[in-house]
């Protein structure tokens, strides 16, 4: 993939993460491409783990892959802060 569609993906994944975890108005439009796009290489790697594909292109499956990710990623950054 492109590195436009990388950007699209995880602003559409990044976005939907921090809805899900509450996190929408305290981060902003970059910080949600970079944890879309975070978010897209860590659910590849949990999905890797179960044996599944990781990000395939510009699909649902790849966004639903990013979305994980995302929250994932979100989770552990709130539990680090919170040490």
Known sequence: MNIIVWIILGAIAGWIASIIMKANSSQGTVADIILGIVG???????????????VTGFNLYS??????????VIWLGRLLQSR
């Open 40 to 54: 897209a290489i860590v659910g590849g790697w949990v999905m890797s783990l179960f044996g599944q594909a990781g």
């Open 63 to 72: 966004i639903m892959v990013a979305i994980l990710g995302a929250v994932v």
